[in-house]
């Protein structure tokens, strides 16, 4: 293995630094720059436009709407010149007096600028004011009924790589986020109540605690339907992004995805966002660390980065390694 190099430019990344981190302890050595190097930037960077069509929200709801829309809440993009159309369209549509919306800003993360709405009304309002942000939005029916850990909202978060030379897959452990406070459905602009997001309060302090997915109960039933969402959404960009999937590229590359789902209290289960690249940990300290991410990084150099600086292609045969969705 003392022969094999990588270069990457910046560490700033959390996708970079954690590679780097495990391509050392792989035995893998520093290349002087990424021409000489097996392994590089180069081989994490995907098409932009494709990754958006996952990534920005709005992007992503016509993706789904168009191929595959049973596996999100109903979702609508929305923006400064169609919201009175679409919300008349959602008040035919729905019975929307008896029905929670939310409204999240398409290009923002870390929960900024979402709200809750049980009145459409509020929502035009709030769309003929200026104290917003601007651009699209996505308005998804807001999951009421979730399945609670007792008494408080979770949600899961799955990683995916999507490669542009072997196909996409879906790692088989991932966790749920539990929200600090018990989920009420009195106070909807108590968002620490509703949201799941690590990063919600001013104070920076956590609104999450994180419990890896092989302690939840029937998980195997679950996964499999995240198995069929993850096929339908990665078989839609395959449809909209050809090109996205080649069988000889002329640089091998592959990317994370951080796809997000939610129980209802029928254990149905639907998708509500993806993340590219999203914000892996950093240190040892963080309470997954050698549970869910050093065998998952592990993998991930075995899987993909070894069939890369070896010329083969990624043959996987067991699917407790990594499920193989397209």
């Known amino acids: 293995m003392s022969n094999r190099t990588f270069y ?30 097996d ?20 992007l992503l709801a ?64 709030h769309f003929k004011g200026t104290k917003r942000f601007a651009g699209y ?28 030379f072997a196909g996409a897959y879906l790692y088989p452990h991932g966790y749920f986020n539990v929200s600090r406070e018990k989920y009420s459905q009195e106070n909807l602009q108590n968002l620490a109540a509703h949201l799941t997001n690590e990063h919600l309060n001013s104070d920076h302090s956590p609104n999450n605690w994180q419990v890896p997915t092989d302690r939840c109960p029937n998980f195997d039933v679950i996964y499999r339907q995240m198995q069929q969402t993850v096929t339908a959404t990665v078989s839609a960009l395959k449809k909209e992004s050809e ?23 029928e254990l149905n289960l639907f998708m509500l966002e993806v993340n590219h ?7 040892d300290d963080h309470p997954l660390q050698k549970y869910l991410y050093e065998p998952f990084w592990q993998e991930v150099i075995k899987q993909f980065v070894m069939p890369i600086v070896s010329g083969e292609t ?13």
């Open 62 to 125: 016509s993706l789904v709407q168009k191929y595959c829309p049973q596996v999100m809440p109903a979702t609508y993009v929305i923006h400064d010149h169609n919201f009175n159309e679409i919300l008349d369209f959602i008040a035919d549509a729905h019975n929307a007096h008896e029905q929670v919306w939310i409204l999240k800003p398409a290009l923002l993360n870390n929960a900024e600028g979402v709200m809750l709405f049980d009145d459409l009304e509020a929502v035009r309002t």
């Open 277 to 283: 690249c999203p914000c892996f940990p950093r240190g």
């Open 243 to 265: 090109q996205l999937f080649c069988d000889n590229p002329a640089d091998k590359a592959f990317s994370f995805f951080g796809y997000d789902f939610i129980l209802d209290d």
């Open 314 to 326: 990624v043959v996987l045969c067991n699917p407790k390694v990594f499920y193989q969705v397209a």
């Open 39 to 58: 392994f590089s930037d180069k081989n994490l960077t995907l098409n932009e436009a494709d990754t958006e069509l996952l990534e920005s929200k709005h």
């Open 8 to 37: 990457f430019q910046s560490l700033a990344s959390p996708t970079q630094h954690n590679l780097h981190r495990y391509l050392l302890a792989a035995g893998f050595q520093q290349a002087a720059n990424s021409k000489a190097a």
């Open 137 to 164: 939005h996505v308005l998804q029916r807001y999951v009421e009924n979730p399945h609670l850990l007792n008494g408080h909202k979770y949600t899961f978060r799955m990683f995916v790589i999507i490669t542009n």
